[in-house]
């Protein structure tokens, strides 16, 4: 800093010519909003009780390169785990595994939690296929969801 506040020109060639850092705060999500959103502080007390069948943990665990993944559902009560291998990580690729797998459990199925990722973003469809109920775990809490997070590690 002494160049340049003697007047020499040596600080334009730094990267950053010492500037100060800009903190972003306050800056707007552009990924974009899950629309009809309902957070898991809604979902029945009686999901966390883990005293019915019906209550589904949901995520996608992507390859290496993201070639390629799975759909994973875990059953909260039975602690039934289902996996289906997945091309890519599309909202339709989503909707169309998980209404694969559950769709011949449907009346089985009551509730549905999944984390914040876009590729839940159809799960209005999905809650009409399958009547249910969808619910979204606050964001960077993914013991929220924890059965299916700790199946997941050894996916």
Not at 114 to 138: I, P, V
Not at 142 to 152: D, F, Q, V, Y
Request: positive net charge; glycine residues 8%.
């Amino acid at each position: 800093m002494q160049d340049k506040a003697v007047g020499g020109e040596l600080y334009k060639y730094l990267r950053h010519q010492h500037k100060k850092y800009k903190k972003c705060y306050g800056k707007n999500d552009y990924r974009g909003v899950i629309p009809s959103r309902i957070d898991i502080d809604e979902r029945p007390s009686i999901v966390d009780n883990h005293t019915r069948i019906g209550d589904w943990e949901i995520d996608l665990v992507i390859g290496k390169g993201h070639k390629g993944g799975f759909a994973t559902l875990a059953d909260r009560k039975s602690r039934l785990y289902l996996v289906l291998p997945i091309t890519n990580k599309t909202a339709q690729t989503a909707n169309d595994a998980i209404t694969k797998l559950l769709t011949p459990l449907k009346h089985w199925v009551k509730t549905l939690t999944f984390d914040n990722g876009r590729e839940f973003s159809w799960h209005e469809k999905l809650a009409d296929r399958l009547e249910c109920g969808t619910y979204f775990a606050k964001p960077y809490h993914s013991w929220e969801r924890g059965l299916n997070e700790n199946h997941n590690g050894f996916c």
